[in-house]
Structure formats: structure tokens, C-alpha cells
């Protein structure tokens, strides 16, 4: 069901890849109508709003299709394409007239209209969305994209068993052995092995593409495979240092490629207990699993290199073909293994050179987390091309230690989820329930669950003033970070602030609710009662009305509770009364002579008065600690009401 504020939402987002504008000034004609909806279906579906033009303006639907239904046209988009496409279709009335909608769904197979057209969606040269004819050689990729068709599977005809070279079956079980592949083939002879793996069909007679793939002779990979290519680049700022491009079968490749990585793979020492642990700038495992995934889910119907670029801080890897059918950028740590190439990856996985279990993307985020880095970049990423920015730089070795250590206390390993969120405490502090969710791509239950988990451990803290669920590392973890100080900023400050913000409001209001401080400190109604009770008990403030909850009940400074209780405004110095009604600063000056005599008292007689204020702080001794709102008077002045 189409709503008015849907309809805005969407028009507010602008022309994607997923919504089309159209214009029915003209009228619009029935045959683009049917072709943006066939390019639509044949992409990723989405929305096609009829009366709004590319710019966004409303100008509604055409005299002539005023009079339609929406069951009418979804019907006239069923009668026009083959096969027949099945699209909801709703009318809306807005101010500047009616909106017709069609909500049209992605197709499992292609889709054209009635005279033939085959259409498709893509991003022009300044990033527009349109529409374009769907080429013949196209088509393998686009139902390999969506995972209906395996191209390195294919047999490849004019290929024979001969143009495997068999120097890569020897490479072949070397690699099999160091990555501890599947044991079970070990043993074989080349046929066998290639049986096994896939590399050949139809008695040893044909090749297929992976086979040609892994094992292949170089000259026979040039002519019969022209979309393999496989680049290794160093850059130095703007200058190439290594530029090298490869056309050799994958394992040859991936050997080269890691070998060369090594070389410039360089090490910070980190000591933990007397040992030396080694921290590489980059997570080999992270690396290997970037690379191998560019080279297993790359479209070899395209032409195009796969690229791995070093820079001075961060490595890019890139391939043709965009992500999988279902995979986003907000659901890559939680959707299972989408090969484009089924047969190709399962080689790889057998071989050991990739995660078996499908957490692939999962070992790239842990491994830039387990370094101190920041996490993997997949923004580069678009409908042709997968990129992947692995940040280095300066390591975290404060943070690596702490992970190293507490999982050397809690005798095991963290989790993703766990990394994930202690980094990111790490650099921002705080970290509520709705922004993990987000973070581990899991919502929020499985949030709460890892986040409770976490405190039971002691690394992290709910923060009791927050109105939602919020978190901040503990004290123990700050303290690893030589960073006792910032805890105690953040965590001791907190109720005197909260405090001195309730005791401005009621000078400059002359009263305060339980709802209003809560609205005030941004914390619940419980929470504000507590606060409220304890300044109450402690004398700083007077509790008017019935006692407990009740409507009337409400917070006042002493003075101002006498003078409502006994009605007598002369005993409120006007004075005083306008010094309070214009305080930006609670002043000392505003407490009777009475009491500041008691102050004075205390600070001479009771050593350890101001010691105690100071512990309310964290320590005598915290550097850095300063609390403007707050004078040594007034510190005193508390604890002489609390003694």
C-alpha cells in the first residue's frame, strides 16, 4: 500500500539505480512506459513513479490517465512483456497532483517487452541512472550474477587434455600440503585429480574453464580465456614502482602475489609478558582472503584486470563484476558465501587458499581489527566492479595489546562481533544499542546479547545516566590504555554535572520536577527521582508537596521552601532573590551566613573533608581534572551538609 509520505520519502531520495522518475506531460507513451519497467525488472527492481520529472517536480498524470485504475496498468504491463511481469501498481494524490506508482519486483529470468526490447539499468559517465539495450555477450554474466549459471564450469571445446601443464599439478599438491587443503587428494594421479576437482568432463577428453584456470599452459590461457589478466602494482605517491601484469594460471599467480606482499609485509615488536609478538602492517590471512576472493568471484565474461595495488598506506584490491544478487554493503558480514564462479571457488576452498566456512569478508575484518587497523573500505564498490581498500598507517599496538591480553585472562578468542565493538569504543567513547546493531549487521538483539556478554567480562560499562542503552569501556580497559584520567572525565563527572544543571535550572526557575530534570539531564524518570531524593537527603534541596511521585510534588532550594511553607516573603531577602533569578553559576554567596560559617568550620576542623571531595573526583592526584562549575567552597559546603 502506497502512502502519501512514502511517495515523498521516495522522490526525496531522487533517480537510482532502484527508482525511475517519468514525466506525463506529453502523455507518456505506453512503449517507454514498458521499457522502464522491463529495465527496472532486469536489474534490481525498484520503483517507477509516473507525473514526477527527473528533477524531482510533481506534476502529476496526464488528463487522459486520470481516469485509469491502478489494476488497469498493471495489467497493460502484464499483457506487453514476455514472460509476463507482475508489478503492483497504486495511485496518489498529492498537492500538485496524482503520482501513479509501480512497484516492479527482480526477475530470476530475463525479462522484454512484447516487441523484443531487452533492457537493462546502469550509471551513465556523470553517475545518472539509465536505461541501455542488453548485448548478446552480456547475457552469461547476467545470469551469473545471480548465481543461475556457472561460467568457469563451461567446457571448453577447443581445448584438450594436453593443454594442462602438468608442472602445475605439481604446484598444485605443494600448495595443497602448506595450506593443509583436503587430504584426500593428495594422493591421486593428474587424472584423478582432475576428475575429482572438476578440471576436466567427458573422460579427461575436455577442459572446462577452471580448468584451464588453475592448471592451464600459459599460451593456451592468452588464446582461448582473453578476459584473464591479473595486475600487481606498487605505488610510491604518484609514482609506479612495480608494474607488473600476469595472464599465468591462478596458482602461479597467487604464489607471486604473496610472495611479493611478504617482502613488503613489515613488522612492528610488541611484548607481552616477557614475549615478543610480531604485528604485521598488513593480516596475511586477511590479505590471502581479499586476493583469492578477487581472483575465485571476479566475471570472466568481462574484459578487465583484477588489480592489487599497494599504496603507502593501504592496499586496493579490485575486480570486474559487482557484488552478487542480494549482497549490499550494509549486509556483508551477515549473508552467507554467493559465488559468482561455483566451481572455481569450491577448487579453492579444497585447496585451503580461502575460508571453507564462508566467512571470507569476517576474516578481512578480523584481521585489520587483530592489527590495529582500521576496518576494510568496500565504498569503491559498484554494479561492475567489487573494490576493497585494506587501511594501514600507524598500527594500534595499544589496542592490540589489550586484545591479546584479555584474551590470555578469558582464555579464549574474540569474536567479530566483539572486535568490532570494543574498536569502535576504542575510538568513539560511547556506543549505543541501535549504532552495534548496525555495526555487526545483526540487529539489536544479538547486539544486547554481545554487548551483555562483554560486561560480564569486565570490558565494558553500561553508562546509568543515559536515557537508551549506551556503553563505554571500563575502567580496567582505560587503565591498559595509560588512560585512567579519561575514565574518570567520563564516568566521574556525570552526577556533578547533572547536579549543578538541576541546581541552575531551579535558580533561574526557582523549581524543578522529577519530569523536568529528566528531560533536562536526558535520563530516565527513575533515574531523575534518585537524583532528585539524593539532593534532598543531603540537604541541597527541599521536596515540596505530597511525598512520593504525586503531581504536586516538586524540588526547591531550602530558602524557598520556608518561604512557601510559612507564606512570609520577607524572610527571602529581595536581594538574594535577584541574585538567584540571574545566576548563570551557582554562587556560593546564595547559601545562608549560617551555613557558609559551617563550611569555614569544617574546612578548619574536619581534615578530611576536602580529601573526600576529591575522591568524588577519581583522585587528589588526576591529572588534568578540572571541574569549573564546581568551587572548593562549595565541595566543602556538601560534605558538611552530608556529615
Known amino acids: 500500500m502506497f502512502t502519501e509520505e512514502t511517495l515523498k520519502a521516495i522522490i526525496a531520495g531522487g533517480e537510482t539505480l532502484t527508482v525511475e522518475f517519468k514525466s506525463d506531460r506529453g502523455p507518456l507513451q505506453d512503449k517507454d512506459l514498458l521499457e522502464a519497467v522491463v529495465c527496472l525488472a532486469n536489474t534490481k527492481g525498484g520503483k517507477l513513479l509516473l507525473g514526477v520529472e527527473n528533477d524531482g517536480r510533481v506534476t502529476g498524470l496526464h488528463p487522459l490517465h486520470l481516469g485509469s485504475a491502478p489494476h488497469l496498468l498493471a495489467a497493460l504491463v502484464a499483457n506487453r512483456t514476455v514472460p509476463p511481469l507482475v508489478v503492483e501498481a497504486g495511485f496518489v494524490d498529492l498537492p500538485e497532483g496524482r503520482v501513479a506508482i509501480l512497484d516492479v519486483p527482480a526477475v530470476p529470468q530475463m525479462v ?202 593501504a592496499i586496493v584490491i ?49 584481521g585489520q581489527l587483530r592489527t590495529g587497523r582500521l576496518l576494510p573500505d568496500y565504498s569503491g564498490t559498484t554494479n561492475l566492479i567489487v573494490a576493497v581498500r585494506l587501511p594501514g598507517g600507524e598500527s594500534d599496538l595499544d589496542f592490540v595489546k589489550i586484545i591479546l591480553s584479555e584474551e590470555k585472562r578469558l582464555q579464549r578468542s574474540f569474536s567479530l562481533d566483539e572486535l568490532l565493538m570494543l574498536s569502535l569504543l576504542r575510538r568513539e567513547r560511547e556506543l549505543n544499542l541501535s549504532e552495534a546493531g548496525r555495526l555487526i549487521q545483526k540487529g539489536e538483539d544479538e547486539a544486547r546479547r554481545v554487548l551483555e556478554g562483554l560486561t560480564e567480562d569486565g ?79 543531603r540537604g541541597v534541596l527541599q521536596m515540596m508537596g505530597t511525598a512520593g511521585i504525586g503531581r504536586g510534588t516538586h524540588y526547591v532550594l ?7 511553607e510559612t507564606m512570609d516573603n520577607t524572610s527571602m531577602d529581595s536581594q538574594q532573590m535577584l541574585s538567584l533569578n540571574n545566576t548563570t553559576d551557582i554562587d556560593i554567596s546564595t547559601y545562608s551566613e549560617d551555613v557558609l560559617s559551617k563550611a569555614t568550620m569544617s574546612e578548619e576542623t574536619i581534615d578530611d573533608t576536602s580529601m573526600n571531595s576529591q575522591q568524588k573526583l577519581g583522585s587528589k592526584n588526576t591529572n588534568n581534572i578540572d571541574i569549573p562549575i564546581y568551587s572548593q567552597l562549595e565541595l566543602d559546603l556538601e560534605n558538611t551538609l552530608d556529615k
Open 112 to 313: 522484454s517487452t512484447s516487441d523484443g526490447r531487452t533492457l537493462i539499468r546502469h550509471l551513465d559517465t556523470r553517475g545518472s541512472p539509465q536505461c541501455r539495450p542488453l548485448y548478446p555477450t552480456e547475457i552469461n554474466s547476467w545470469y551469473a550474477d545471480r548465481g543461475q549459471r556457472d561460467t568457469t564450469a563451461r567446457l571448453m571445446t577447443n581445448a584438450r587434455w594436453e593443454d594442462l601443464d602438468p608442472l602445475e599439478f605439481v604446484r598444485l599438491r605443494r600448495l595443497l600440503n602448506e595450506y593443509r587443503g583436503d587430504a584426500s587428494l593428495i594422493d591421486l594421479s593428474d587424472q584423478e585429480l582432475a576428475r575429482a576437482l572438476g578440471f576436466v568432463q567427458r573422460d579427461n577428453a575436455v577442459p572446462t574453464l577452471a580448468g584451464l584456470l588453475v592448471v592451464g599452459q600459459e599460451e593456451v590461457l592468452r588464446e582461448q580465456v582473453p578476459t584473464h589478466e591479473v595486475a600487481f602494482q606498487v605505488l610510491r605517491g604518484q609514482d609506479v614502482a612495480i608494474n607488473e601484469f600476469y595472464r599465468w594460471p591462478l596458482l602461479r599467480v597467487f604464489e607471486r602475489i604473496m610472495e611479493a606482499f611478504s617482502l613488503r609485509n613489515e613488522e612492528s615488536e610488541l611484548t607481552i609478558d616477557l614475549f615478543r609478538v610480531g604485528v604485521p602492517a598488513y593480516d596475511p590471512r586477511a590479505f590471502r582472503e581479499a586476493v583469492n576472493n578477487a581472483l575465485t568471484h571476479r566475471d570472466y565474461n568481462r574484459m578487465g584486470a583484477v588489480y592489487v595495488q599497494t599504496h603507502d598506506n
Open 558 to 564: 531550602p530558602k524557598a521552601a520556608m518561604s512557601e
Open 318 to 366: 579490485r575486480n570486474p563484476g559487482g557484488l552478487m544478487e542480494g549482497l549490499r554493503l550494509d549486509n556483508l558480514l551477515n549473508t552467507g558465501p554467493v559465488p559468482r564462479n561455483p566451481l572455481l571457488a569450491d577448487i579453492f576452498k579444497r585447496l585451503g587458499l580461502v575460508e571453507r566456512t564462508g566467512r571470507g569478508i569476517g576474516l578481512i575484518y578480523s
Open 459 to 537: 570490558l565494558i560499562e553500561r553508562l546509568k545516566t543515559s536515557r537508551q542503552r549506551e556503553y563505554m569501556l571500563s575502567a580496567s580497559m582505560y587503565r591498559q590504555m595509560g588512560k585512567p584520567e579519561a575514565y574518570v572525565r567520563r564516568r566521574g563527572f556525570e552526577p556533578l554535572q547533572m547536579e549543578q544543571m538541576v541546581l541552575q535550572y531551579i535558580a533561574k526557575n526557582g523549581r524543578i520536577t522529577r519530569a523536568e530534570a529528566a528531560r533536562l539531564c536526558k535520563i530516565t524518570l527513575g533515574q531523575a527521582s534518585y537524583l532528585l531524593t539524593k539532593l534532598a537527603h
